[in-house]
């Protein structure tokens, strides 16, 4: 791959406001605009509490223009009898959505047993219930993107590769997580190059590396305080070259940086955590000595 020049690089960059906890989105907002970034994302059910308590969320967005560039809704892909309520849930959520006027809707799978599972009898459910609500998603002008997930029925790239091959391209887009990608055991980069004309948003998330530890009670120990992912730069995924092959097929989404909520302990490993806006700050530092200087500010 050609080397990108630094004064070419287009990718616009947003923050998750998952660094914070969902309750503190309205700190979130104010803290990512500073930093610079284009957008944000929050979770469906995040918009339906701040709708139920009356409080003006748009308002905070609007002053601090900031745009939520994408809205985060999951759902069971797997049950049948609850297929109906649960797209039923998320169009509720989609339509609280659109007064915010952002371009993307990313769907993901709920958590599970993933000791118990094997997605081949659930195929057909998954792929007709992506189908049918990204149809829905899209009639109301707007990108509806699958995002696979660690512990949800889509984790691993045979998993991601199963259901990317059948759902229909028309309507439903990617939203690859790199980290997740890579801390379920997959090359990032391999699975972003196999399906990149379906990618509407991305995730860029680093992991710190390795096969997940757990504890004598099969819990996930959590080595960095973030659920195992980092600021980018510090853990093991190649965003750099990822990013560089984006830039060279002209990717033109948003890519959003995201690191999972900060628990504020220590960790097995005695490791302190990061504040939240530290974590955002490390991250845009990395970014821009990759040469990316088109933050807002």
């Known amino acids: 791959m ?26 979130a907002v104010p ?17 339906e509490e701040w709708e139920a308590s009356n409080r003006d969320l748009l308002e905070v967005f609007e002053r601090n223009q900031l745009q939520l560039t994408s809205l985060y809704c999951h759902l069971d892909l797997l049950n049948p009898d609850h297929r109906e309520a649960e ?14 006027n952002g371009p993307a809707v990313i769907i993901g799978g709920k958590m599970l047993n993933r000791q118990q599972f094997s997605l081949t009898a659930h195929i057909p459910q998954v ?35 199963r259901v990317m091959d059948a759902v229909d391209g028309r309507v439903v887009s990617f939203a690859p997580d790199l980290g997740q990608i890579a801390k379920g055991g997959s090359d990032p980069l391999t699975i972003v190059k196999a399906y990149h004309e379906l990618i509407g948003i991305v995730h860029v998330k680093d992991y710190s590396g390795g096969p997940v ?3 004598a009670e099969g819990r996930e120990v959590d080595t960095t305080g973030f659920l195992g992912y980092t600021p980018l730069g510090e853990g093991t995924v190649d965003i750099n070259g990822i990013l560089g092959y984006l830039e060279e097929i ?18 097995r490993k005695g490791r302190p955590m ?12 990395y970014l821009q000595q990759l040469g990316y200087n088109n933050f807002k500010a």
């Not at 899209?138 to 696979?148: A, E, K, N, Q, V």
């Not at 990061?274 to 530092?285: C, E, G, N, R, T």
């Open 2 to 27: 050609d080397k990108i020049d630094k004064m070419d690089k287009q990718i616009r960059f947003g923050h998750t406001a998952i660094t914070w906890a969902n309750e503190d989105i309205a700190t």
């Open 31 to 47: 803290a990512i605009a500073a930093c610079g970034y284009w957008g944000t994302e929050t979770f469906g059910w995040v918009l």
């Open 87 to 100: 797209i039923n849930k998320v169009m509720e959520w989609v339509k609280l959505y659109t007064k915010y």
């Open 127 to 161: 792929i007709s219930t992506l189908n049918e609500l990204a149809e829905r998603i899209t009639d109301h002008g707007l990108l509806c993107c699958f995002h696979p997930h660690t512990g949800t029925p889509v984790e691993t790239e045979e998993e991601i590769n």
């Open 213 to 215: 530890e757990q504890d």
């Open 250 to 267: 002209g990717y033109k989404g948003y890519a959003h940086v995201e690191l999972d909520g900060n628990q504020w302990s220590q960790t």
């Open 274 to 285: 990061y504040p939240s806006l530290d974590a955002v700050q490390i991250s845009k530092k």
